[in-house]
């Protein structure tokens, strides 16, 4: 009985056994896959899974190829906008600055497993603090391809964008270095524009003259900017010259008493000037002394009819004021309404006011007038300022 079950076992391992390799060699176990590109509505590439007879195998994630969405934000420095173009479906963007943060906004950095970018020059790192992708191009203007590859729920997705920096390194200057560099450029516009009116930029121009052109315009640049810098060459010859040998005396003697005898000259003429000007100031005040005794004799062989009053008005005029003339009335109403006799009733309506004023008088003219203590002001009324003064007549 013991030899029956025995058996029983052994021929029904034999028979499971013989399943499982029948199974194996139909094809239905080892399946694996390869990714088949199909492009898809929306721009990205999927892959289909392919069966494979290899014994074995085990199933891969799904691989599939989409454009990054950046967001990059270039240096401050920089004000020139970031364009976005899709050019046969990828996508490129547009900006300037040596480094650059980009921001993904179609995938979680989280889910990168691997960030690279294909030029050697440049870097691309992730920055945990900010959590942005760090692209430094060391400076280098190109075009740059960078691609970010995911792994989330069993797939594999690569994104890739392609990022053309069109200026990457830049000048940081003063706000007063900008003036001096603008004008340096109206300059280097202005020497262009003298070469190409002296035919100096044209094909068929000599490169000995146009070097001679230059070396001239630097000569006396340098000259103009440090005359120090002309002793050297003939210049420094010729002064070696005028100090070592007698006719170089004579020559500086020459130059010395020329310029003395300009100055000495100059000098003479301005005192001459000075003679003249002084002259014609007497003149002008001799004019108008003569302008003013001519108004006065005028106005006193006139009427106050001939300056358009009536009769009535006339006679109350030379009654109220006790004058028979304009002259007489211009006279006295210069007397009346002159600067000492105003200062003279504004003091007298202050001390009337019972304020205390402390006044200094130089011949006889009031000069300064101070407010010592300021009475009690009702009200209503005005107060004064002790710090006003009042000037003199």
């Known amino acids: 009985m013991k030899r029956t ?27 694996t896959y390869a990714a088949v590109a199909n492009e898809t509505p929306n721009g990205t590439a999927t892959a289909t899974p392919t069966a494979n007879n290899s014994s074995g195998g085990s199933s ?13 934000e270039q240096p401050r420095h920089i004000s020139s906008s970031i364009d976005a173009t899709v050019e046969n479906g990828q996508m490129t963007y547009t900006v300037n600055g040596e480094v650059l943060e980009l921001e993904p906004r179609n995938f979680d950095p989280e889910n990168v497993v691997k960030a690279a970018v294909r030029e050697d020059a440049a870097t691309l790192k992730f ?21 970010f590859r995911t792994r989330a729920d069993g797939q594999v997705t690569t994104y890739r964008a392609t990022i053309q920096v069109q200026q990457a390194s830049f000048a940081h200057l003063a706000p007063g270095k900008v003036e001096e560099v603008r004008e340096k450029a109206d300059q280097y516009d202005w020497v262009v524009s003298q070469f190409a009116s ?13 070097e001679a052109v230059i070396d001239d315009a630097v000569t006396w640049y340098m000259f103009y900017d440090n005359p120090l810098s002309g002793l050297s060459g003939q210049l420094l010859t010729f002064g070696i010259m005028l100090i070592k040998w007698p006719a170089g005396w004579v020559i500086l003697g020459t130059v010395f008493i020329i310029a003395f005898w300009r100055l000495g000259k100059t000098k003479k003429q301005n005192r ?12 002008n005040e001799s004019k108008r002394e003569a302008q003013e005794r001519e108004l ?6 006139q009427t106050f009819q001939d300056l358009g009053l009536t009769d009535t008005d006339a006679q109350a005029v030379k009654e109220h004021c006790n004058v028979d003339n304009p002259r007489q009335f211009l006279d006295k109403f210069r007397d009346y309404f002159a600067p000492s006799r105003s200062v003279a009733l504004l003091l007298s309506a202050y001390e009337q006011l019972g ?34 003064g009042y000037p003199g007549s």
């Open 60 to 72: 891969e994630p799904t691989q599939t190829e989409a454009n990054a969405d950046l967001y990059i």
């Open 198 to 210: 002296a035919d100096l930029l044209a094909d068929d121009a000599g490169e000995e003259r146009v």
């Open 355 to 388: 304020h205390a004023i402390s006044v200094t008088r130089q011949d006889g003219r009031v000069v300064e007038a101070e407010l010592i203590e300021q009475a009690a002001v009702p009200d209503g009324g005005v107060s004064a300022d002790a710090s006003e």
């Open 296 to 301: 006065k004799r005028i106005l006193s062989m």
């Open 5 to 31: 079950f025995a058996l029983l076992a052994t021929v029904l391992l034999l028979a499971t056994a013989g399943g499982g390799v029948a199974a194996a060699a139909d094809g239905t176990a080892g399946v």
């Open 272 to 283: 001459k000037l000075k003679r003249q000007f002084a002259d014609i100031e007497n003149i």
């Open 127 to 147: 920055d945990k603090a900010i959590g942005r992708y760090i692209l430094d191009t060391q400076g280098t203007a190109g075009t740059y391809q960078v691609m």
